[in-house]
């Protein structure tokens, strides 16, 4: 989609254009948008434009008991763990009208402050950990209904080549990109990774861009005391200098604020760019043309204030053997795509954690706990090697016979041939287990 196409994104405005009409000239409909808040006179306004390209006057929309109340629907819905308070979603909904209620008042009257961010770590699959901010219930609410106030207003401005954290956009889309492009012939990858991007956003620029969109001094003073906002890991607590707490219900989106630029730029340049979030690759025609691609990032990335990952920033061929580039959990590589070895090991793990031997329940009970979990991860990775399934399916195979020996008081891994014998495929597929080869087939052969 072109520039000047994107710029022109219209409304949902009956009086305007209608829903089918955009869908038909492959525009977005802003249906998503939170109804209570963005009214059609609004909407229309992202098209047609406000004077200076800068909106006012919304801190009031994001105090509103309705933008409230939808804010706190999602909030609830999403779940999540405690902040600092101890206060639990289930604690906060026994109360939620009189909490919304305060929340109003405050944000009305310029009384709010938002409480430290609780840090944790989350083990890696390489041993290391990763920091995830946990704000308190009440402050991912007054997040969330800033989100809901301001994310049309840069989803206007925001390019087709980002995929990440944005309204009717996820991983499958930019992965049906990607193959797209490694078909056309766009096989010379640079394949991209900012270091610690989260962490590491510089907080004036990032308000300098938020503000070339918004001119309310209160809601740009709401935003700045989120970046501010202390944070608390056991006894210590500090205040930090850059970056977007990862767990922060607004983080993803100033994210994507801050990283727009650079869409931009690779777009105007000519380079075909697939973002999602901080992970994205560029597909080029020609080793020179991506190593001038990546020239390119590493000027934007050094004048912006971030940081490429040395070891995982690299120019491949795709179609030479022993190169490829992982994106979004899969490895591509001479035109075919496999499950990155990481994805892999990870759902080896949860297999193993649930096929225990000394898990003590029935056949039926251990398959009614494995079918979510295989379907939900075919339904993503579908579009694999299939040799990758058939392994598959012989490891959770095997370590339900293994289990079945184990009901029978026999030691054993369910390796033996009589064991394969007495429990052959079709047993655990009359037992009712996914497999995911035969679905893979299905998929492929659809009657």
């Known amino acids: 989609m072109s520039t000047q196409r994107q710029e022109s994104i219209t409304s949902a405005d009956p009086a305007k254009r209608g829903a089918e009409t955009l869908e038909a000239e492959g525009l977005p409909v802003w249906s998503w948008v939170e109804a209570s808040v963005w009214t059609e006179r609004m909407v229309s306004a992202l098209v047609n434009g406000v004077k200076g390209g800068r909106w006012y006057s919304l801190i009031d929309k994001v105090y509103a008991p309705a933008t409230l109340a939808a804010a706190w629907t999602r909030v609830r819905a999403n779940r999540g763990a405690a902040g600092v308070d101890g206060v639990s979603i289930e604690r906060f909904e026994a109360r939620a009208e009189i909490y919304l209620a305060e929340l109003s008042t405050e944000l009305r009257e310029g009384t709010y402050r938002p409480q430290p961010v609780r840090r944790v770590e989350i083990p890696k699959d390489d041993g290391r950990t990763r920091p995830l901010g946990i704000p308190a219930v009440k402050d991912r609410v007054a997040q969330m209904a800033v989100k809901l106030v301001i994310e049309p207003i840069f989803e206007a401005t925001f390019r087709p080549e980002s995929y990440g954290f944005r309204p009717g956009r996820g991983c499958r889309d930019a992965l049906r990109e990607v193959d797209r492009l490694l078909k056309e012939g766009f096989t010379f990858v640079v394949d991209a990774d900012l270091q610690s991007y989260f962490d590491t956003i510089p907080h004036e620029p990032l308000m300098k ?140 793990g949860k297999i193993r954690e649930k096929t225990r031997r000394t898990r003590g329940q029935s056949l039926a009970r251990i398959i009614d706990d494995l079918n979510p979990m295989l379907r939900g991860w075919f339904g993503y990775f579908k579009h694999a090697s299939p040799n990758t399934f058939r392994k598959l399916d012989k490891l959770v195979r095997r370590r339900l016979r293994a289990i079945l020996r184990k009901q029978e008081k026999r030691p054993g891994l369910g390796l033996a041939r009589a064991d394969h014998l007495r429990w052959p495929n079709a047993y655990f597929a009359n037992a009712g287990l996914f497999a995911l080869h035969t679905a893979w087939q299905c998929a492929r052969h659809p009657r």
């Open 209 to 348: 861009r938020v503000e070339e969109r918004i001119s309310d001094g209160r809601l740009l003073a709401l935003l700045h005391s989120w970046l501010k906002q202390d944070i608390m890991a056991g006894l210590e607590r500090w205040t930090p200098t850059g970056g977007t707490p990862q767990g922060a219900v607004i983080s993803p989106l100033l994210a994507n604020i801050y990283l727009a630029p650079l869409d931009a730029q690779m777009a105007a340049d000519g380079y075909r760019m697939v973002r999602y979030a901080d992970d994205f690759v560029v597909l080029c025609r020609s080793q020179e043309e991506a190593e001038a691609a990546l020239a390119l990032i590493q000027e934007w990335v050094a004048q912006n204030g971030l940081r490429l990952h040395p070891d995982k920033t690299h120019v491949v061929d795709c179609w030479r053997a022993g190169q490829g580039f992982e994106f979004l959990g899969y490895r591509f590589a001479r035109g075919r795509r496999y499950v990155r070895k990481k994805s892999l090991t990870r759902l080896k």
